[in-house]
Antibody, heavy 119, light 111 residues
Framework: EVQLVESGGGLVQPGGSLRLSCAAS????????MSWVRQAPGKGLEWIAH??????????EYAAPVKGRFTISRDDSKNTLYLQMNSLKTEDTAVYYC??????????WGQGTMVTVSS | DVVMTQSPLSLPVTLGQPASISCRSS???????????LNWFHQRPGQSPRRLIY???NRDSGVPDRFSGSGSGTDFTLKISRVEAEDVGVYYC????????FGQGTKLEIK
């Protein structure tokens, strides 16, 4: 069974940094393409970052609102996905979901971790 | 950027009756490999989203056959043949052809 467990969320001041982690199990993480998707309170879903597998050079892509501030990475030895978030803004407040990608979409989701950016 | 527009945004349905949600994209979702990467997700209150449909009309594992997807190019539809109580929540379409963009969501409730 696929399991994705996010951690690292919390309260941070505007301009601060946070690193989210996603521990993966139940599938071959090394081969998987992964993404982060977020959901602001009471709002819809927003894709923010993608990373390919090592065989595709761990190529990354970002949505415009986070480009240059967020960095997605992976450690295949630990079956873990990361999201480094810098220069955080109040509008980054959201639940952040770790997802696997397959057939042009997100077929497995974690339970999410809440990030609150507030002074 | 590709814009995904869903309608209606609110959908009251009687139990046992059919339901339909429309999703339109601002540009064609046909990818260079010939596939159309249009997905449908369901999110119950307080839960993570779950994918129901991929590549327009393919049901994910464990998805009841009362859910069906159709469409092509820029116009797509999710249909529920007979709504059950567990179907309440928000439904999102999402394109995966030009990176990823979600629709605004359609809230399905029981009348």
């Amino acid at each position: 069974e696929v399991q994705l467990v996010e951690s690292g969320g919390g309260l941070v001041q505007p301009g601060g940094s946070l690193r989210l982690s996603c521990a993966a199990s139940g599938f071959t993480f090394t081969n998987a393409w992964m993404s982060w998707v977020r959901q602001a309170p009471g709002k819809g879903l927003e894709w923010i970052a993608h990373i390919k597998s090592k065989t595709e050079a761990e190529t990354t892509e970002y949505a415009a609102p986070v480009k240059g501030r967020f960095t997605i990475s992976r450690d295949d030895s630990k079956n873990t996905l990361y999201l480094q978030m810098n220069s955080l803004k109040t509008e980054d407040t959201a639940v952040y979901y770790c997802t696997t990608e397959w057939a042009g979409g997100f077929n497995s989701w974690g339970q999410g971790t809440m990030v609150t950016v507030s002074s | 950027d590709v814009v995904m527009t869903q309608s209606p945004l609110s959908l009251p349905v009687t139990l046992g009756q059919p339901a339909s949600i429309s999703c339109r994209s601002s540009q064609s979702l046909v990818y260079s490999d010939g596939n159309t990467y249009l997905n449908w997700f369901h999110q119950r209150p307080g839960q993570s989203p779950r994918r129901l449909i991929y590549k327009v009309s393919n049901r994910d594992s464990g998805v009841p056959d009362r859910f069906s997807g159709s469409g092509s190019g820029t116009d797509f539809t999710l249909k529920i043949s007979r709504v059950e109580a567990e179907d309440v929540g928000v439904y999102y379409c999402m394109q995966g052809t030009h990176w990823f963009t979600f629709g605004q969501g359609t809230k399905l409730e029981i009348k």
